[in-house]
Structures are given as structure tokens and as C-alpha cells.
């Protein structure tokens, strides 16, 4: 079965710092997609970055990075030089291929994140 | 271009009562899942439906269910409410593309439902 763990619960931040969220997944899969959304107060998930298992390298997009690593089963994610509007709720999530197309995604509980000005 | 919507927004019923949520999904998108969101805890599955029927089903019990129009839009409807259904209910959308690959699912901004 699939599993999604994130540790941390709370992270506490200064504006302009760096901050990593921590992800480890479970999954006996070998093709399978992982996922980071955001959930600000308003509610709503908004999709931020998504990974493929059989990509190949690790990429930036803006302020956001990710470091994939296939051998501790983590998918952690960074914010650089934090902004006071990335505070939220941070959920990473898993989806196999095997159970078909479009398959479920399962979530970890959310870290959520403040950053004072 | 129109995300995925969602109505009502909020939603007070008693405890035995029939609710009905609705979505529509994102423009271009023929696949509709939803999810429940209790308070402090991450969105847990409840179903997907596509082609107008249900393709997949998380552990919600049947008084659970759901629909699909040939519009892509999708109900979900919940029997005998009980207190422990009081929660977020997020709505997402997808395009399938076949085989076994997983597109982004994209969501809508949730119905807050309240069971007294």
C-alpha cells in the first residue's frame, strides 16, 4: 500500500530564509508520481511541482526546488528566500501506476509553514 | 481559462439529512475525483469517476456516492449524514491520456460542510 510520511508538522520561518519540507514515500511500484500542492487559508490545493520516478535529474523553478532521491525514498522540496505568501499548509502526495490511468493520489498530513516578516 | 469550481462554498445540515456537492471540472479535463479533508489531517479519496462511471474507490463507506454528466461535471452526494462527516470536500480534474500515466489533478476551492 502506499504511504506518504511527512514529519514535520510546523516550521517557523524569517523572511528571506530558506526553508526545506521534508517528504518520505512508501510504494512497491516501480513507476509512480509524486507530488507537492499548497493550501493557503482561502482552502483551495494549488498544484506546485510534480516528479516522474523515472526522471532523471532534479530541477528549480523559481524560488522552488526539489531533490528526488529514489535510494531513501524522499521527495523533499525548497523555497528559497521565503516570502511572507508562502505561508500555508504543505502537502506532498503519491500516485502509483499500476492501480491504471489517473490513479488516486494519497497525502501526507501537511507541514504548515510561517514565515514572519 | 476556467479552473475547476465547486458549489456551495459552505453547507450546514443535521445529523440523518441528504447533501448534494457539485463540480465542474477544469476546461479541457474528463476525469473528476474527490476528496475528503477533516480538520487538521491531509485529503483522503474518495472516489473518481470517469466516462460517467466510478473507476476508482477509496474506504468510504456507500453512503458515498456520485455522478458524472456527459459534460464532465460531477455530484457527490452523501446519505444519512453524520457528525463525523463534517469536513472540506475538494474537488479535482484531470484529462486522461491513456495507458497507465497519472496527469495533474487540479482543484477547486472545496465545499466546507458542517454536520449539527
Known amino acids: 500500500a502506499q504511504k506518504v510520511t511527512q514529519a514535520q508538522t510546523e516550521i517557523s520561518v524569517v523572511e528571506k530564509e530558506d526553508v526545506t519540507l521534508d517528504c518520505v514515500y512508501e510504494?512497491?511500484?516501480?513507476?509512480?508520481?509524486l507530488f507537492w500542492y499548497k493550501q493557503p487559508p482561502s482552502g483551495e490545493l494549488v498544484f506546485l511541482i510534480r516528479?516522474?520516478?523515472?526522471?532523471?535529474q532534479n530541477e528549480i523553478s523559481g524560488r522552488y526546488s526539489w531533490n528526488f532521491q529514489k535510494s531513501t525514498s524522499s521527495f523533499n522540496f525548497t523555497i528559497t528566500a521565503s516570502q511572507v505568501v508562502d505561508s500555508a499548509v504543505y502537502f506532498c502526495?503519491?500516485?502509483?501506476?499500476?492501480?491504471?490511468?489517473?490513479?488516486?493520489?494519497?497525502f501526507g498530513k501537511g507541514i504548515t509553514l510561517s514565515v514572519r516578516p | 481559462d476556467a479552473g475547476v469550481t465547486q458549489s456551495p462554498t459552505h453547507l450546514i445540515k443535521t445529523r440523518g439529512q441528504q447533501v448534494t456537492l457539485r463540480c465542474s471540472p477544469k476546461?479541457?479535463?474528463?476525469?473528476v475525483s474527490w476528496y475528503q479533508q477533516a480538520l487538521g489531517q491531509g485529503p483522503q479519496f474518495i472516489f473518481q469517476?470517469?466516462?460517467?462511471?466510478?473507476?476508482q474507490r477509496g474506504n468510504f463507506p456507500d453512503r458515498f456516492s456520485g455522478h458524472q454528466f456527459p459534460n464532465y461535471s460531477s455530484e457527490l452526494n452523501v446519505n444519512a449524514l453524520l457528525l463525523g462527516d463534517s469536513a472540506l470536500y475538494l474537488c479535482?480534474?484531470?484529462?486522461?491520456?491513456?495507458?497507465?500515466?497519472?496527469?495533474?489533478?487540479?482543484f477547486g476551492p472545496g465545499t466546507r460542510l458542517t454536520v449539527l
Open positions: 469517476y470517469y466516462e460517467e462511471e466510478e473507476r
Open positions: 516528479r516522474n520516478s523515472f526522471d532523471e
Open positions: 510504494t512497491r511500484d516501480t513507476t509512480y508520481y
Open positions: 479535482a480534474s484531470s484529462q486522461d491520456r491513456g495507458l497507465v500515466w497519472t496527469d495533474t489533478q487540479y
Open positions: 476546461s479541457g479535463h474528463d476525469t
Open positions: 502526495a503519491l500516485s502509483e501506476a499500476e492501480t491504471g490511468a489517473n490513479s488516486k493520489l494519497t
